[in-house]
């Protein structure tokens, strides 16, 4: 005999588990841009971000450390150039960024538009490096930068740079005060290595590098190319001579130092929010420091001054011997 009542009771379960199972699906399905911002925490996730390519170096060791440190955090970066870099930011392609500079007018209205508030942050300082196989003399006034880089009547007729690193040569521009306008006497190179053999059949060019790539680049880091210092000072007569190190760049003596900033458009703590804390973090700044940058705020290091050497523990065992003797 059928039990109507078990049929009742058992087609009611079923009809629970299929309201729930479609409730499920269809709010992913209706809200799947929602579901996915909200899976990453500030340490844990899977979220694309992009960064300068002339960066690439400093991002890398960065990852490294924070995806070893918090192991249910992923971050895929995308390196472009600069102006790859705000087309994809105004195409929300990703949330957090890293670039050579603050977000511009157009950028800003954008994420105003979209009523998202950007955090932007300088994590750290480099600056850009005048390199040559010249055997002139490699030391400049501020005033001959100027006109070596304005124009082609300088100590040198040529500057080259890496096609790719469109940020450096923004940077240049917006130094100069030149309105994007583009020297004659500036030209584009595919690689490093092209430039450089460039350098070595032309001694009169130079050619304007970031100057992360001094000692972690191999094709500089193991030839003799020369580095350009500037005088601090609009003459020869003063012998303090500045170079694209950290120390010239925190006293603000060498004149080419840009900054580095994070920008991260989550509306919330994710993922992104937490690799932009990270980097201005005590450990990320010592990471900024160690590739030869300047940190935005310097690591602490604490040192204590004792009026006397403490005693090893093989020492103090045998001086507590002593006493009980």
Not at 93 to 118: K, T, W
Not at 124 to 140: E, F, G, K
Not at 194 to 209: R, V
Request: hydrophobic residues 40%; positive net charge; charged residues 20%.
């Amino acid at each position: 005999m059928i039990n109507m009542k078990s049929i009742r009771k058992l087609f009611r379960w079923k009809m629970l588990v299929f309201l729930g199972l479609l409730y499920v699906q269809l709010g992913c399905k209706s809200d799947g841009n929602k579901h996915t911002v909200q899976s990453d925490t500030p340490v844990r996730g899977n979220i694309k971000i992009a960064a300068d390519v002339s960066l690439k170096e400093l991002v890398e060791n960065l990852l490294f450390v924070f995806e070893n440190t918090y192991l249910d955090a992923s971050l895929e970066c995308i390196y472009l150039s600069e102006n790859k870099l705000s087309q994809q930011l105004m195409q929300d392609s990703f949330r957090m960024m890293i670039i050579h500079r603050p977000l511009n007018d157009q950028e800003l209205n954008y994420f105003r538009q979209a009523n998202v508030r950007p955090i932007q942050e300088l994590i750290a300082s480099d600056a850009l490096a005048i390199i040559t196989y010249s055997q002139q003399d490699t030391l400049l006034t501020k005033n001959q930068l100027i006109t070596t880089l304005s124009t082609d009547t300088g100590v040198f007729r040529q500057f080259v740079f890496e096609k790719k690193n469109t940020s450096t040569l923004t940077t240049i521009l917006a130094m100069m005060n030149l309105n994007n306008q583009i020297p004659n006497h500036f030209y584009g190179m595919d690689s490093i290595a092209i430039i450089i053999d460039y350098l070595y059949k032309n001694k009169q060019a130079a050619a304007l590098i970031p100057a992360i790539l001094l000692e972690n680049e191999p094709f500089i880091s193991n030839t003799e190319i020369k580095v350009i210092g500037i005088y601090s000072h609009t003459n020869r007569n003063q012998d303090i001579v500045s170079y694209p190190f950290q120390a010239y760049m925190s006293d603000s003596s060498y004149p080419l130092v840009r900054g580095i900033y994070t920008v991260t458009a989550e509306g919330r703590s994710g993922l992104g929010t937490g690799f932009a804390s990270f980097i201005a973090s005590d450990v990320g700044q010592r990471i900024v420091l160690r590739l030869g940058l300047l940190p935005a705020t310097m690591p602490q290091r604490t040192v204590e001054i004792r009026n006397s050497i403490p005693l090893t523990p093989l020492e103090l065992e045998n001086k507590n011997k002593k006493k009980s003797q």
